[in-house]
């Protein structure tokens, strides 16, 4: 399943400055395994050391926040849009 993958401005250096990416995978690990493929080091700031997603980073398929789905095991079917949006704090 081919799905494009919104980036957002402080990870896209590991993608040449785009601001969207193509991405392979049935599932939201296999398009994270695939963008990590095509874009070395990204997966790390999206991951933490143990291979889930890290507490202040939200990822999205379509509207669905995956943290209240599957997780990384969210459905990514044919043409959806994932969104990797790093939580922003401040006061």
Do not use: C, W
């Amino acid at each position: 399943m081919s799905v494009n993958v919104r980036i957002p401005t402080i990870l896209r250096t590991y993608t040449g400055g785009q601001a969207e990416v193509s991405a392979e995978g049935a599932t939201l690990s296999e398009v994270l395994a695939d963008l990590e493929k095509n874009h070395t080091g990204i997966a790390a700031r999206v991951l933490d050391d143990t291979g889930k997603l890290r507490r202040f980073v939200n990822v999205y398929v379509n509207d669905d926040d995956v943290r209240f789905a599957e997780g990384l095991d969210t459905a990514t079917p044919d043409g959806a849009g994932v969104s990797i949006i790093p939580a922003v704090a401040g006061g």
